[in-house]
C-alpha cells in the first residue's frame, strides 16, 4: 500500500482577475463554480504526481489520471502558482463516483513542519534557515478495486490583502484503479 502525493497548483491570480471583471462566477461554499474539465479546466489548474502513478500522458493537467491500487491513500496538496502569495487556495470538499471506491469524508488535516531556506541574496547554499510552514493536506484510502474514480475537488481562493474570499471552485480528475 501507497501513499501517492499529488500536487495542485491553482493559477490564483487569473481566478481573481476573472472572478473580478465577471468573466466567472464567484460559486459558494455549496455550489462551487465549475471551472470544466480538460481544455477549460488546464487554464487554471495543473496537477502532478510520482510519474509511477501518472497514467495517460496526463501529468501537469487538470484532469491527471492517476493508477492506484486497494488500500493506497491518495493524498492532494493545493497551493497557488504564486506560492499562496497573493492569494491563497485550500481544499474544502470532495465527491467521489463511485461513492464507496474512496473512504469517505476524506481526512482533512492542517498542521505545521519545520522547512528550511536559504536567505540572502544570492542564496547561501550552506547555511539555510530554519522556518514554519503551514501544511494543509486532504487524503483518501482507496477501498475499490478494478474502478475508474471521477471525483471533484473544491477549493475556496483567498485575497491574502484582506482576507476577503474570491470564490470557491470545483473540476474533477481521475483514479484509475487497479
Known amino acids: 500500500m501507497s501513499t501517492i502525493n499529488v500536487l495542485i497548483a491553482v493559477d490564483g491570480a487569473s481566478l481573481a482577475s476573472q472572478v473580478s471583471d465577471g468573466s466567472i462566477s464567484e460559486g459558494s461554499a455549496n455550489s462551487p463554480t465549475n471551472l470544466g474539465s480538460y481544455g477549460s479546466s488546464n487554464v487554471f489548474i495543473s496537477m502532478i504526481a510520482p510519474n509511477s502513478f501518472v497514467c495517460n500522458s496526463t501529468q501537469g493537467q487538470s484532469e491527471l489520471q492517476i493508477s492506484a491500487n486497494g488500500g493506497d491513500t491518495i ?13 491563497t487556495a485550500y481544499l474544502y470538499a ?68 484582506n482576507g476577503n474570499i474570491i470564490g470557491h471552485f470545483m473540476w474533477d480528475p481521475f483514479i484509475v484503479v487497479n
Do not use: H, M, R
Not at 493524498?75 to 492569494?87: G, L, R, S
Open 75 to 87: 493524498e492532494w496538496a493545493i497551493t497557488t502558482f504564486d506560492n499562496n502569495f497573493d492569494q
Open 94 to 161: 470532495g465527491a467521489f463516483n463511485p461513492a464507496t471506491a474512496i473512504n469517505t469524508p476524506l481526512s482533512f488535516a492542517c498542521g505545521q513542519a519545520y522547512a528550511y531556506l536559504a536567505l540572502g541574496n544570492p542564496p547561501s547554499s550552506s547555511n539555510p534557515t530554519k522556518f514554519i510552514n503551514q501544511v494543509s493536506t486532504v487524503s483518501g484510502t482507496i477501498l475499490q478495486i478494478g474502478v475508474t474514480i471521477q471525483y471533484t475537488l473544491s477549493f475556496v481562493l483567498v485575497d491574502n490583502s
